[in-house]
């Protein structure tokens, strides 16, 4: 009996030594993007708060939900207007993967309290204009397969730059993960779009 109680002593006094080295264990600290995290005692971990969105994060998602948004438009025309299975294919992919981007843009806002998009489309790169989205809507063939990816590559490679901008000047780590699927989503896109161009 005695044997018993001396393993059931020893088993705790085993679990309490693992125990207090977890706690020892240092947490590694979230920074901003591109900063040195810093390592804090296990103790302060939670009160230790990322810091909130600054005006690069907020003016970045509200401007690429308006820029997804027209890549969606465009991608809407190619079904009934593309002769290239291949362009088709590549808007049905587009469109794939932007419309659950912005609803992960959108929930990003609503969690922090950010209300509607940017409404200067203009100012946003690689945006294409009224007249170009006009003139795609109405071209056919390979007339629009090539008109497709030239304006794609163009909104592309704008919404790689904001992407950019965001990561060197942006707070928030979800946004520097949304950067991020963009950067390298839209550089294989563009790739691909690159190569398609040459074999219309």
Same mark, same amino acid.
């Given at each position: 009996?005695?044997?018993?109680?001396?393993?059931?002593?020893?088993?705790?006094?085993?679990?309490?030594?693992?125990?207090?080295?977890?706690?020892?264990?240092?947490?590694?600290?979230?920074?901003?993007?591109?900063?040195?995290?810093?390592?804090?005692?296990?103790?302060?971990?939670?009160?230790?708060?990322?810091?909130?969105?600054?005006?690069?994060?907020?003016?970045?998602?509200?401007? !690429? *939900?308006? +820029? @997804? $948004?027209? =890549?969606?438009? &465009?991608?809407?025309?190619?079904?009934?207007?593309?002769? /290239?299975? #291949? %362009?088709?294919?590549?808007?049905?992919?587009?469109?794939?993967?932007?419309?659950?981007?912005?609803?992960?843009?959108?929930?990003?806002?609503?969690?922090?309290?950010?209300?509607?998009?940017?409404?200067?489309?203009?100012?946003?790169?690689?945006?294409?204009?009224?007249?170009?989205?006009?003139?795609?809507?109405?071209?056919?063939?390979?007339?629009?397969?090539?008109?497709?990816?030239?304006? !794609? *590559?163009? +909104? @592309? $490679?704008? =919404?790689?730059? &904001?992407?950019?901008?965001?990561?060197?000047?942006?707070? /928030?780590? #979800? %946004?520097?993960?949304?950067?991020?699927?963009?950067?390298?989503?839209?550089?294989?896109?563009?790739?691909?779009?690159?190569?398609?161009?040459?074999?219309?």
């Amino acid at each position: 009996m005695r044997s018993g109680v001396v393993v059931v002593a020893a088993a705790i006094a085993l679990l309490a030594g693992c125990t207090s080295e977890q706690e020892q264990v240092p947490v590694i600290a979230p920074d901003t993007p591109g900063g040195s995290a810093s390592t804090i005692a296990a103790s302060d971990a939670t009160g230790h708060v990322p810091p909130p969105p600054n005006a690069a994060d907020r003016d970045y998602v509200s401007m !690429m *939900i308006a +820029h @997804h $948004e027209q =890549a969606l438009a &465009m991608t809407r025309f190619a079904p009934d207007r593309a002769e /290239n299975q #291949t %362009v088709k294919g590549l808007a049905e992919r587009i469109r794939f993967s932007q419309e659950p981007e912005i609803g992960a843009m959108k929930q990003w806002q609503r969690t922090h309290g950010i209300v509607g998009s940017h409404g200067d489309h203009g100012s946003m790169p690689g945006m294409a204009t009224q007249e170009q989205l006009t003139a795609l809507g109405a071209a056919r063939g390979k007339e629009f397969d090539r008109m497709f990816l030239e304006l !794609m *590559i163009k +909104h @592309h $490679e704008g =919404a790689i730059k &904001m992407a950019t901008d965001v990561r060197a000047s942006g707070t /928030n780590v #979800t %946004v520097e993960e949304m950067a991020d699927d963009v950067v390298a989503t839209q550089s294989d896109e563009i790739n691909r779009m690159r190569k398609l161009l040459t074999e219309l």
